[in-house]
Structure formats: C-alpha cells, structure tokens
C-alpha cells in the first residue's frame, strides 16, 4: 500500500480543517463526508507516555471503518466536535504565513514580529507556537516546548476536535 | 499556491489586475464578479481608491479572514470561511492542494470514490 506524503509549509488545511495540533487525523469517506473529525489519534504508542492515548484502539477503529464502515462517533457528535476557528486563531493562521513569507525572503526580524502577534493570539495552537520554534533557530524541546506543555495543560487542553488523552 | 488563498507583498492595497490574477475576483459594474457570482459592492469608493484596491474591505465583502503586518504592509487572505465552516458543521471535507517531496502536486479530490486517512503530523 502507498500513500502520498505532503507538505503544508503555509498551513493551508489547518486553516481549512481547524486544527490546533497534532497528530490530527480526520476520516473522510468516498463521498467527501468527514465520519471522523479532527481525532487526535496515533499510529504507535511512541509518545503513550506522554499522552496516556492507547494507539492500540484507535487503530481498531479505524481499521473497523475501513472494513464494514461502522462510524467512531454518532453524526451529532462529529457535527459539535471540531468549532469554529475564532477570530483571533483566523488572525493567528495568517501571521504564520506573513512570518513565514518573511522568513523566506530573509527578513528574521519581520518574521520574528508576526510570529510573536500569532503567539499572542493563539497561545495554545500548536500549529503556531511550537511548530515555529525550530524555523526560529530555538529547541523544540527546550524549556519553551515545556512551558508551552504547561500552558495547554492549565488552560485544560484546548483542541479544535475529538480528543482521546 | 493552487489554494485559494494569497499573500500581497506590497501592503493591504493592490492594483485590481492583481486582485484579479491571485483571487479570481473583478470589478464589474454590477460588483465584485468571479464566474457567474456577483458580490454586491455597497461602497466602491471604500474598496477602491486611488486606483488600488484594500484587500481588507475586499475580505469582508467576499467573507475571507485578512491579516496584515502594519509594518510591512504584507498581507494575508485565508481561505474562503464558507468552505471551513461547511466542514465542520456540514461534515463535508474540502478539497486542498499540496507537493509531495518531489514538488508534485496532489489534490484530496484525486483520490474521490476511497475512503481516505487524513493525518496532520510534523516533523518538529
């Protein structure tokens, strides 16, 4: 089996899709229909320790819905899951790709600026803040990846969908 | 970027050929036109002036989100919010367009009539 593997270096379909971390995944049947909204949801147990998420079960269910089609989730409850982006996360998407346009074209400064107002705007968007700390030249698992953990943690784990952990 | 969203380098107003060219939309007597629809334009002299169009009023009139760095003037245009919020309480999911490694191309709608995996990961 194969299977493309993409890349969303402007963060077009956490725009289109709402999501506010990973992983994300999201089951779209042959029709276009989204049976499964953003799940968090893991292919190993790699990060179990971290997460408390038995990636065990959630492999069965999809696999389940592979096979015969038997939905995760009633329609209601996938229709409620995922909420609107708000306008300060809209805002927040825009300026990571301002920055990122920025940073492509050598402005460190500028890019540093809109990332820092995306930040400010969506603090537990991990799309936003921990996925610019590299492109920044800072440790992705420094002591900012451990405040912004914290941060979530506090807020009570915000997250644009069906969240297992 | 085959999505349909844009960034104008050189600030919140641009040239209506460029309005045109990146978003699809032009100005026409009877409002902001992009094939057979027409967007009822309420204060042209809001949405152009001095010859350059504001992509904010043009964001608000065709509902698209727009940010802008003040400092730079660069500026943003999201995706449609119709298309978003049509996933989530529709449950249909929008297409999108994005390069594999090789820089070739894919569209969610090529793979139409599977049942398909979407899964958002990163390598941070």
Not at chain 1, 37 to 59: E, I
Not at chain 1, 76 to 95: F, I, S, Y
Not at chain 1, 103 to 111: E, I, K, N, P, S
């Amino acid at each position: 089996m194969t299977y493309p593997v993409l890349l969303d270096a402007d963060h077009v379909v956490t725009e289109l899709y709402a999501i506010s971390n990973v992983p994300t995944v999201v089951l779209i049947d042959a029709d276009d229909t989204i049976v499964q909204p953003n799940w968090n949801a893991y292919a190993t147990d790699t990060f179990k320790d971290f997460t408390g998420v038995d990636s065990g079960r959630q492999l069965d269910a999809i696999r389940t819905w592979v096979r015969d089609g038997t939905p995760l989730v009633d329609e209601d409850t996938a229709r409620e899951a995922v909420g609107d982006l708000t306008p300060d996360e809209e805002q927040a998407k825009l300026l990571w790709r301002i920055a990122l346009h920025h940073r492509d074209a050598g402005d460190d400064d500028a890019a540093a600026r809109c990332w820092d107002r995306a930040a400010e705007l969506a603090p537990h968007d991990w799309t936003i803040r921990r996925a610019m700390l590299p492109l920044r030249g800072r440790d992705p698992f420094g002591d900012e990846f451990f405040t912004l953990a914290a941060e979530f943690q506090q807020a009570g784990r915000p997250y644009h969908g069906i969240s297992d952990r | 970027m085959p999505n349909d969203t844009a960034i104008f380098a050189g600030g919140p107003r641009i040239d209506p050929a460029t309005a045109e060219s990146t978003l699809g939309w032009m100005l026409k007597p009877e409002g902001l036109c992009r094939d057979d629809t027409c967007v009822l334009v309420p204060d042209r002299d809001a949405l152009v002036s001095d010859g350059g169009v504001d992509v904010r009023v043009l964001g608000e009139l065709l509902d698209r989100p727009v940010a802008v760095d003040d400092a730079s003037g660069t500026t943003a245009v999201g995706a449609p919010r119709g298309a978003r919020r049509s996933a989530l309480q529709e449950l249909r999911a929008p297409d999108f367009s994005l390069p594999d490694l090789d820089g070739t191309w894919h569209s969610l709608s090529d793979h139409r009539t599977k049942k398909r995996l979407l899964v958002a990961f990163s390598s941070w």
